[in-house]
């Protein structure tokens, strides 16, 4: 069993560092591909976790859901990307701070 | 007890959406250059009527009202969802009928319905959803539509630029929301949320830190869902520059389609009594729902743009829905908890026909490209008196006064939060409604009172748009009555979830 020589605990620290770095790029970075990039590593996060806790948990729920989380995540990339694309045509460029016609 | 043949019957409201989607799709493909659009409008309006008939018939026999599990309890049919299924339908039957004359000019017009019927069976699904996987999955296919249908402006840059905003905080915000589920998964074992209630007080024990983060972050993904504060951010501008009917369905079925699965995940996945050592959720509430009424009141006073102000106006309505989870504190028992979250209940529903209606009247007004500022109302109820009716009647019962089902459904949520025992949330709640009649009269004045600048010049007086917009204002005015009628409704589905 893997589990018994890396505890639990340690996928949870590895997921937290992946979360956070998508984190930190969906704030930090202003072109909107990084920021799709940056999302796709929250989602995997939660991946690394499902799965673990799955092998944790001796069941394969996390493991399924997991699954469903992929191929989310694409669906969600091609709707981003075609919005994405119309905004390029619209504004001339991917940079999420540009789009600023509307304003409270 | 349900046979199986039944059982597929109670899912017929969410498969009257499914078929009608189907059925676009195939005639998309034999007949791609469908001149008017009536066509795949209708199949979109019948498909939400098919839903809302569905549903009320199932919810007035009263087979589903102990809550009919399917699939393993993947999903539950009860009161709550087939309640708010029935919101779905009547929007999207609205919506549909309105397009109609609002998008005749534009192309893909197939692909805009399907999109509306897409999203709408998103939206039945996650009323069902009884695990954390079938609420993600569910609220994904709601809102990968909704991203496309703000977009569908595709040469207008503020319906480009809100798309581009509500797909930015609404993938962060999945994101987030999933690896919320992932945590909650990690703490106690499952997915299904009755077993994850069961769960809490076990083996959860070892990871308290690790469920509460991770209830936290679920939390935050409905709040986007309802356009709740700290995720409101996106509202404003999506619903400001999507087209106005998409504008409509996005604030009335989209909103109580996060609200009615925050019921469940919350009130079934985490009951308050066990989580409270936790992640006091009644008390994340209580704050959330008093800033998010207030700034929402206090941003739309401050608005010159109709359609703005009504966006923020519907962030307002979210946090007095918001009452009904945040008043659970047990302290006037648990018939008062059910009383308070039917009433929340109650009133996503009214304002699922009131506020609609209010964004297919500024839907109508950007149909004859009269501005969308308060000034270029002036003097409209002249020119078309029986809309401005209409509209009138859906602002002022937004407001809370006694001409539609607003004023009631108002009154049963603040009432319910004083027996509830958070007399002070109701005091927030009324302050803020007073405080809207400021913003709302604006409307009125504008079209009553003042004179246009300008003769308007108003030609056409588009069918479609005007049975939409009318319908939804007699449904709101005979609400006033009729919740009197059907509030046991609301009060029994919301007590078979404790």
């Known amino acids: 069993m893997v589990l018994e020589t890396v505890p639990a605990e340690y996928y949870l620290v590895l997921s937290a560092a992946v979360f956070c770095i998508g984190l930190f790029g969906i704030l930090t970075r202003r072109n909107a591909l990084v920021f799709l990039m940056s999302v796709e590593l929250l989602l995997n996060a939660a991946n690394v976790n499902l799965v673990a806790f799955a092998f944790y948990w001796g069941n394969v729920t996390g493991q399924t859901f997991a699954l469903f989380v992929i191929a989310l995540a694409a669906a969600e990339v091609a709707v981003g990307i075609g919005i994405v694309l119309v905004v390029h045509r619209n504004f001339d460029d991917v940079d999420v701070t540009n789009a600023t016609t509307l304003k409270w | ?282 008390l994340l509430f209580q704050v959330l729902a008093v800033v998010t009424m207030t700034l929402g009141n206090f941003a739309a006073a401050t608005q010159e743009n109709v359609k703005r102000m009504l966006a923020y106006s519907s962030i307002g309505h979210a946090g007095y829905a918001l009452i009904g989870l945040a008043a659970l504190t047990n302290a006037g028992g648990p018939g008062a908890e059910a009383t308070v979250l039917g009433a929340s209940m109650l009133h996503l529903f009214v304002y699922g026909f009131m506020n609609t209606g209010a964004f297919l009247f500024v839907a109508l007004v950007e149909h004859w490209e009269l501005g969308r500022t308060f000034e270029d109302y002036n003097g409209l109820g002249r020119e078309a008196p029986v809309a401005c009716v209409a509209m009138t009647v859906f602002v002022f019962s937004l407001a809370g006064l006694p001409v539609g089902g607003g004023f009631l459904s108002k009154y049963f949520l603040f009432a319910g939060a004083v027996g509830a025992g958070v007399p002070w949330l109701a005091l927030v709640g009324a302050v803020n409604s007073a405080l809207s009649l400021y913003y709302y009269s604006r409307v009125v004045k504008a079209m009553w009172i003042e004179p246009p600048a300008e003769p308007l010049g108003i030609e056409r007086y588009p069918t479609a748009l005007y049975a939409a917009v009318l319908t939804a204002a007699v449904v709101t005015v005979l609400l006033l009555p009729g919740l009197v009628v059907f509030d046991g409704i609301a009060f029994e589905a919301a007590a078979s979830l404790f």
């Open chain 2, 1 to 282: 007890m349900v046979t199986m043949a039944n059982e597929w019957l109670l899912l017929s409201p969410a498969a009257a959406f499914v078929l009608a989607a189907l059925a676009l799709f195939v005639i998309d493909a034999f007949a791609p250059e469908d001149a008017d659009g009536g066509l795949l409008a209708a199949v979109a309006a019948v498909g939400g009527i098919a839903a809302l008939s569905a549903s009320g018939v199932l919810l007035l026999s009263g087979v589903a009202a102990d809550g009919v599990e399917l699939f393993g309890g993947q999903l539950v049919v009860d009161g709550m969802s087939l309640l708010f299924t029935f919101i779905f339908g009547s929007v999207t039957a609205l919506v549909s009928v309105a397009s109609v004359d609002y998008i005749r000019e534009l192309p893909h017009k197939a692909e805009y319905y399907l999109l509306v019927t897409l999203a709408a069976t998103g939206m039945s699904l996650l009323a069902s959803a009884n695990s954390l996987a079938v609420v993600f999955v569910a609220l994904e296919l709601s809102s990968l539509p909704s991203y496309a249908l703000v977009a569908y402006l595709k040469r207008n840059r503020g319906s480009v630029e809100g798309a581009l905003k509500y797909f930015l905080v609404g993938a962060l915000s999945s994101g987030i929301m999933v690896y919320g589920i992932s945590l909650v998964y990690a703490a106690t074992g499952s997915l299904l949320l009755s077993d994850v209630a069961s769960a809490l007080g076990g083996a959860s024990a070892d990871y308290p830190g690790v469920l509460g983060v991770g209830l936290l972050m679920i939390v935050g993904g409905l709040a986007f869902k309802t356009a709740s504060v700290p995720f409101h951010f996106w509202a404003p501008d999506a619903y400001e520059g999507a087209p106005a009917p998409v504008a409509a369905f996005l604030s009335s079925a989209s909103k109580a389609a996060g609200f009615v699965v925050a019921f469940r995940v919350l009130v079934v996945g985490f009951p308050i009594g066990t989580i409270a050592g936790t992640l006091d959720w009644v």
